[in-house]
């Protein structure tokens, strides 16, 4: 994976916004120097929330679990409505 340039978070330490950086997903801009098209910037977000969603599950926190959940679908939901216009 690439890294990305995030936002820092207020009251982040400097180690924990260098783990952010490091396991960050995939720049805007392709190896190529292309971007990334919407369909693969929703596939990555689709894959991503189902990650951070089970992992939301796991420390109990339910209502984020659920959030995530809820970004996923509707992930799945433009990729399926992209395919349909194809």
Do not use: C, W
Request: net charge positive; proline share 1%.
């Amino acid at each position: 994976m690439s890294k990305v340039t995030r936002h820092s978070v207020k009251g982040s330490s400097s180690k924990e916004q260098q783990a952010m950086e490091d396991t960050a997903g995939p720049n805007k801009a392709g190896e190529d120097g292309g971007t990334m098209s919407a369909t693969e910037t929703v596939q990555y977000i689709a894959e991503f929330t189902a990650e951070l969603s089970f992992l939301a599950r796991q420390s109990r926190l339910n209502l984020l679990a659920y959030l995530l959940d809820v970004a996923r679908l509707e992930a799945i939901r433009t990729i399926q409505s992209n395919d349909r216009k194809r």
